[in-house]
């Protein structure tokens, strides 16, 4: 059974530092790409970051330089680091799993909540 489960979500005040996982299971980790997406109340969902063999590691303009995106294939986790977070960084926070080869197979997580107030 395929398994995303994401953590390390919560309340910052802006200026602040989180780190978000996703653990995952029931498929082959180190043969999938990677990313993060966030969906903000009332917008649509956008891509964060993503990792992957072929592209290595990008980042959305708005987080360049603040986030960073990173794996550990031996613990089968996913990780998301956020510095210097600001209010519009507030949102849902999904992990996907990305497969194009043999065929496209997507798998997402349930989502994590992070909150940038003061």
């Known amino acids: 059974q395929v398994q995303l489960v994401e953590s390390g979500g919560g309340l910052v005040q802006p200026g602040g530092s989180l780190r978000l996982s996703c653990a995952a299971s029931g498929f082959t980790f180190s043969s999938y790409g990677m990313s993060w997406y966030r969906q903000a109340p009332g917008k649509e969902r956008e891509l964060v970051a993503s990792?992957?063999?072929?592209?290595?590691?990008k980042y959305a303009d708005s987080v360049k330089g603040r986030f960073t995106i990173s794996r550990n294939n031996d613990k089968n986790t996913l990780y998301l680091q956020m510095n210097s977070l600001k209010p519009e960084d507030t949102a849902v926070y999904y992990c996907?799993?990305?497969?194009?080869?043999?065929?496209?197979?997507?798998?997402w997580g349930q989502g994590t909540q992070v909150t940038v107030s003061s």
């Open positions: 990792i992957n063999t072929v592209d290595g590691t």
């Open positions: 996907k799993a990305t497969r194009t080869m043999p065929t496209r197979t997507d798998y």
